[in-house]
T-cell receptor, first 113, second 113 residues
């Protein structure tokens, strides 16, 4: 089966600019996750969707980050405006049931200068 | 709160050496435990898992045993290969309705020929 697709692979922006990341999960996977992985740290959950509804966004900095999953399939994560500390790899993952069978995408590496 | 602590890296070994990467956890409830591996330029891949106390997860020669009494899930391999060079993450999920993964900070393994 096809894996979790993410784009772009790399992005460099200046602080205060905006950026968006895209994720296409595995077909049929109802649960979609966005994780932030800062260099030297483990991934941290930003937001979790079940179909097109939000299950957990407690760690999402809502003043600058937003995410949506229209029609319960693809998802976009947006940062506006970006800060230097947002430099990280943003990982998308999907699963066919919550907490089981995770598949991660290759991630988008964001550098904010 | 729930957390995972891994031994500091990097770990540098010669080929065919014995590997141990320590992982301890703090969790409410009854967590499931995981080891993920991240090869250079690739996404996170599930290496093995254990869902209850005394379970042993194994895959590709790697093993880890869920020790509730010591709250540990140490990763071991009897004879490492150069191809095992990667970053290894210990993670947990607490039985709930979210499936959120909590990761340790990762341990880099470098195996030299």
């Amino acid at each position: 089966e096809a894996g979790v697709a993410q784009s772009p692979r790399y992005k460099i922006i200046e602080k205060r600019q905006s950026v968006a990341f895209w994720c296409n999960p595995i077909s049929g996977h109802a649960t979609l996750y966005w994780y932030q992985q800062i260099l030297g740290q483990g991934p941290k959950l930003l937001i979790q969707f079940q179909n097109n509804g939000v299950v957990d966004d407690s760690q999402l900095p809502k003043d600058r980050f937003s995410a949506e999953r229209l029609k319960g399939v693809d998802s976009t994560l947006k940062i506006q405006p970006a800060k230097l500390e947002d430099s990280a790899v943003y990982l998308c993952a999907s699963s066919n049931q919550q907490g089981s069978g995770y598949t991660f995408g290759s991630g988008t590496r964001l550098t904010v200068v | 709160g729930d957390s995972v602590t891994q031994m500091e890296g990097p770990v540098t070994l010669s080929e065919e050496a014995f590997l141990t990467i320590n992982c301890t956890y703090t969790a409410t409830g009854y967590p499931s435990l995981f080891w993920y591996v991240q090869y250079p330029g690739e996404g996170l891949q599930l290496l093995l898992k254990a869902t209850k106390a005394d379970d042993k997860g194994s895959n590709k020669g790697f093993e880890a045993t869920y020790r509730k009494e010591t709250t540990s899930f140490h990763l071991e391999k009897g004879s490492v290969q150069v191809s095992d060079s990667a970053v290894y993450f210990c993670a947990l999920t607490v039985s709930s309705n979210t499936g959120k993964l909590i990761f340790g900070q990762g341990t880099t393994l470098q195996v030299k020929p």
